[in-house]
């Protein structure tokens, strides 16, 4: 199954700390059915060619939107890319070239999870302020993915960053397109991201025959995985 990230940060060689190592992490598997692009390095004055675009969207089964969350929004360049991407004629109106493709959204928030609740800072949720981007994909006929979440940038610590570049990482090389829808909806409650990354991990672990459940210690999984 191959997938193409793209990549949405305006600072992501001069600032990015957490969307860097989560690509990061990506890159050191090396596989070859993963393409990642950095939209903004590629399009400085955001000039987006469509037709390339379009050619790199045709080859892949699976695209990954990257971005830091911006005024409860996406990166400006990411706006326009869907401008000029996502045609009549092509993705919508006549053309199909999307449809059937998964689409998921990768997004890390300066402020912690607490803050986009109905009772918290901002009254609405992540799935609401998203949801813009499932709509998208409705109407091209793609399958909207449950998004990545990494929030808390501002304040995140190594070993919370650590957790999230490898569940990031479990996700894009382990587990299979099969099984993704099943082990979203187990891991969509976890409170916290270290619940999350138990229950993805427990699933891997028991996929290579070592039987552990989803309350797993790294002390009892030991050098397994």
């Known amino acids: 199954m191959s997938t193409l990230i793209l990549v949405f940060h305006p600072h992501l060689k001069d600032g990015s700390r957490v969307n860097a190592r989560l690509l990061a992490e990506l890159a050191a598997q090396g596989e070859d059915d993963i393409i990642v692009r950095d939209e903004y390095a590629e399009y400085p004055n955001f000039s987006v060619n469509a037709d390339k675009e379009h050619e790199l969207l045709e080859a892949a089964d699976r695209v990954i939107l990257?971005?830091?969350f911006y005024w409860y929004s996406s990166p400006a360049l990411l706006k326009e890319w869907e401008d000029e991407v996502i045609t009549a004629g092509w993705a919508y109106g006549g053309g199909h070239a999307l449809k059937g493709k998964e689409l998921k959204l990768v997004v890390t928030t300066g402020s912690d999870a607490a803050k986009y609740r109905k009772d918290g800072e901002s009254s609405h949720t992540m799935e609401e302020l998203l949801s813009p981007f499932e709509v998208v994909a409705y109407k091209i006929g793609m399958n909207y993915a449950e998004p990545f979440l990494v929030q808390g940038t501002a304040t995140i610590g190594d070993a919370e960053l650590d957790q999230a570049a490898?569940?990031?990482?479990?996700?894009?090389?382990?587990?299979?397109?099969?099984?993704?829808?099943?082990?979203?909806?187990?891991?969509?409650?976890?409170?916290?991201?270290?619940?999350?990354?138990?229950?993805?991990?427990?699933?891997?672990?028991?996929?290579?025959?070592?039987?552990?459940?989803?309350?797993?210690?790294?002390?009892?999984?030991?050098?397994?995985?």
């Open 66 to 68: 990257q971005f830091p």
């Open 166 to 225: 490898a569940e990031e990482e479990i996700m894009e090389s382990e587990v299979d397109e099969s099984e993704r829808d099943e082990l979203e909806n187990r891991v969509k409650n976890c409170k916290l991201r270290a619940e999350r990354r138990k229950v993805i991990v427990a699933h891997v672990m028991n996929k290579r025959g070592v039987v552990v459940d989803d309350n797993w210690t790294d002390e009892g999984i030991g050098a397994a995985f």
